[in-house]
């Protein structure tokens, strides 16, 4: 697609629901970033893969989260059992891979979870 | 713990002046380093990128890095009420780009 594809852009989720957010980036970009940006704050790293595989997710900030690629392309973050700390916008961005590129990563427009 | 800090602000300058945003990294081994903006209820987007010591420069913007001391700078130039927004500065470390939390710019007509 023309640009990274983030859905759904509002999500109100009760306490305790599992969530899923999903993300599709930019046709060709190998590298998809998920980050977590609370209001007045930068974005928050969260993991990161290249192709389908996971290179790093030291950021998830516990074992509710939750995140895949199976084929490389579209990746779904996913939220079991949520609480109202995890409110926040959900940001997904995409790259080419990081040794061949300027770094710029295309973010989308955002996942904004509001847990009751 | 890879860290980027930043002022937060808000940082307000006069329309014409010279806007100065600084950030600072802890990861000693990181290569990449970059500037993005980011409006009010919108993503962020990348304005400038340096990888060596000095500076580079594009149009209004000046980015300076100093990797002795762990220490970027951008430098907007002839601010316009439009350069309004929150400036990220992000560090390549091992792979995954890590975000300050931001400074937040006012330009006053």
């Known amino acids: 697609g023309a640009g990274v594809s983030q859905s759904p852009r509002y999500k109100v989720t009760k306490r305790g629901q599992d969530v899923a957010l999903r993300c599709d980036p930019i046709?060709?970009?190998?590298?998809l970033y998920w980050y977590r940006q609370a209001l007045g704050q930068g974005p928050e790293f969260l993991t990161y893969f290249n192709y389908e595989a996971q290179q790093d997710k030291s950021g998830l900030p516990n074992d509710r989260f939750s995140a895949e690629r199976p084929e490389g392309s579209i990746s779904t973050l996913t939220i079991q059992r949520t609480e109202q700390r995890d409110s926040a916008m959900y940001r997904c961005?995409?790259?080419?891979?990081?040794?061949?590129?300027?770094?710029?990563?295309?973010f989308g427009e955002g996942s904004r979870l509001t847990v009751l | 713990q890879k860290e980027v800090e930043q002022n937060s602000g808000p940082l307000s300058v006069p329309e014409g002046a010279i806007a100065s945003l600084n950030c600072t990294y802890s990861d000693r081994g990181s290569q990449s380093f970059f500037w993005y903006r980011q409006y009010s209820g919108k993503s962020p987007e990348l304005i400038m990128s340096i990888y060596s010591n000095g500076d580079k420069e594009d149009g209004r913007f000046t980015a300076q890095l100093n990797k002795a001391s762990q220490y970027v700078s951008l430098l907007i130039r002839d601010s316009q009420p439009s350069d309004s927004a929150t400036y990220l500065c992000?560090?390549?470390?091992?792979?995954?780009?890590?975000f300050g939390k931001g400074t937040k710019l006012s330009v006053k007509p």
């Open positions: 961005a995409s790259s080419f891979p990081e040794g061949l590129n300027t770094g710029e990563l295309f």
């Open positions: 046709s060709g970009h190998v590298s």
């Open positions: 992000a560090v390549r470390s091992q792979g995954n780009l890590i």
